[in-house]
């Protein structure tokens, strides 16, 4: 459970919303409605009256990458042993590993994470938490001999499991752009979207900030 998050059940273009915090729903009146969520988690989530066809296939056709990150406390310098950097890409189900340093002393490694996408996250993803990071561990054990016994499982967290993120970043495949960026984002009645799937000029927390501004400035036009 997560305090303060409630699961949105669907949202009424002419300016409501109904939700369900914890087990009960209730009637939230806004007089217009932002809805910063993911692809992924606005599928769910009824829209009434229904998005016109060809923004509703373009929400339902975009998928997000499935990222799964184990986080590590390293027991020792290992990579000194090896003499290889403490961060590296790897073809193996470990992923890209990448270290997190003391803002104070940058040569000091706090942790290290690993970035599982794909279909190895998915596979991550169907074992238990403390499965999926002695996974990773023992990958990367098998890549650098040096860290054997040399890292702790600090804690997983699974993007695509997520309720509220029903994965990481968005992404266009070939043709996507051409087909639905003009569309997928326009406001639909009293609603209006935005996240990072629908910023033209940036991606990540920035394209977020960018399609938010956006957002606003249509709320604001529309008086």
Not at 42 to 54: G, Q
Not at 122 to 130: C, G, K, M, S, T
Not at 204 to 213: K, L, R
Request: hydrophobic share 45%.
């Amino acid at each position: 459970m997560r305090s303060g998050f409630c699961l949105l059940l669907a949202i009424l273009a002419l300016g409501a919303c109904a939700a369900a915090p914890r087990e009960a729903a209730r009637d939230l009146p806004p007089p217009r409605v932002v809805a910063a969520v993911p692809p992924g988690v606005l599928r769910k989530i009824a829209i009434d009256p229904p998005l016109p066809s060809e923004q509703a296939t373009a929400l339902a056709s975009l998928p997000s990458q499935p990222l799964t990150q184990v986080h590590l406390r390293p027991r020792s310098r290992f990579w000194e042993a090896d003499g290889f950097a403490p961060s590296l890409f790897t073809d193996s189900r470990a992923g890209m590993v990448a270290a997190a340093r003391d803002r104070f002393k940058p040569t000091e490694v706090t942790s290290l994470t690993a970035w599982v996408m794909g279909e190895e996250a998915a596979a991550l993803d169907r074992l238990a938490p403390e499965d999926a990071g002695l996974a990773v561990i023992e990958a990367l054990e098998r890549i650098r001999p040096a860290a054997v016994g040399r890292l702790e499982l600090i804690g997983v967290q699974s993007w695509g499991a997520d309720p509220f993120a029903a994965g990481a970043w968005a992404y266009f495949r070939p043709g996507d752009v051409t087909r639905y960026a003009g569309i997928i984002g326009r406001s639909h009645g009293r609603v209006h979207f935005c996240g990072e799937h629908l910023a033209l000029a940036n991606r990540g927390m920035e394209g977020a900030m960018e399609s938010g501004e956006r957002a606003a400035t249509e709320i604001l036009a529309a008086g």
